[in-house]
């Protein structure tokens, strides 16, 4: 009876190993085929760049091919559901931003997917910086001048953004709350047409981007007043952040990040969240993101999941307050 006891006892044993065997192996072997990063949106500036910069990086230091593919259409919605629905083994990523997991769960009816329960997150990878912009004709040199001037002139001065409910606009929002003011919200077919208004003095000003508005401060034709940032931004040194003015304002959500499927095995999570940290850190890449307007920012699948849930908070929050409404 004992030996047949250990015999069954080693059978048991070598059964549950055979169980494991295979997720072990897939661990210590991926990746073993080429991954493949979803970017829901045009090749161009932004989140396409960012994830082209770090799939190079990856592809080095994992000796194995990870290219970017874009599968646009339905602001961000097509790609981004591509990656929800595939298989979740690490091969298929996603390089999604606040416009495909924040903005959606309120402004969006119908939403293909959701941004919390069918992704894994793996890691943020940047924040993208951005400003207050003026036309130079303002008579106004700081943000302290902008809103006295605004309670002189109510419902005279006005800013662009890329559309109703964009995280452009509800920065106007936020300014107007945080500020006693009253700026006319002018929305317009994009982030260029919106600054393109702020150039041609349709509108006093914009909230947008850093990188979308330094080639114009630059040349001259507009005023960056401050950067909607908690801190300084090493990039503009002499340039305030607007909390030293507004301290409580707090922009919406503007990361970019990394999400697989849901229920990414968790070894092959670390795997990515490791390559992708490690790719981000690198001096070469945070000096080009300087340059280009982003913050690196990358984080563990933990506090990225934290973000996420923060962000779609506080933005319902926002988007509430200012009575947008649902498309």
Not at 37 to 64: E, L, N
Not at 192 to 210: I, K, N
């Amino acid at each position: 009876m004992a030996f047949q006891s250990i015999i069954f006892r080693w059978m048991g044993f070598a059964f549950f190993a055979l169980l494991s065997f295979p997720f072990t192996l897939v661990a210590q072997t991926f990746p073993n085929k080429t991954i493949q990063i979803i970017v829901p949106f045009p090749p161009g500036p932004g989140v396409d760049v960012v994830a082209r910069m770090i799939a190079t990086k990856m592809s080095q230091s994992m000796g194995q091919s990870v290219v970017v593919d874009n599968k646009v259409g339905a602001n961000g919605a097509i790609g981004s559901e591509f990656v929800a629905r595939a298989t979740p083994d690490g091969y298929t990523l996603l390089a999604g931003t606040a416009s495909t997991h924040v903005s959606p769960v309120h402004l969006t009816k119908n939403l293909p997917y959701d941004p919390v329960k069918n992704f894994t997150p793996i890691t943020a990878s940047v924040e993208l910086a951005t400003c207050l912009v003026i036309n130079v004709n303002l008579p106004v040199n700081n943000v302290k001048e902008l809103v006295d001037y605004a309670k002189k002139n109510p419902k005279k001065l006005s800013y662009s953004s890329s559309g109703i409910g964009s995280v452009l606009h509800l920065m106007g929002e936020l300014f107007n709350q945080n500020s006693g003011t009253d700026l006319l919200h002018v929305p317009y077919k994009g982030v260029a047409p919106a600054m393109t208004a702020v150039l041609g003095a349709e509108v006093d000003m914009a909230f947008t981007s850093l990188s979308n508005a330094l080639p114009h401060a630059k040349s001259g034709k507009v005023k960056i007043l401050a950067v909607l940032e908690p801190a300084r931004y090493a990039g503009l040194p002499d340039v305030p952040s607007i909390r030293e003015t507004l301290s409580n304002y707090q922009k919406p959500a503007t990361w970019f990040g990394f999400f697989g499927p849901a229920n990414l095995p968790p070894d092959v999570l670390d795997r990515l969240n490791k390559e992708m940290v490690n790719a981000l850190n690198a001096p070469d890449i945070k000096s080009k993101f300087t340059e280009m307007g982003f913050i690196s920012a990358p984080q563990t699948p933990a506090q990225f999941a934290k973000l996420l849930s923060t962000g779609i908070d506080e933005f319902g929050r926002v988007v509430k307050s200012s009575g947008i409404k649902p498309e």
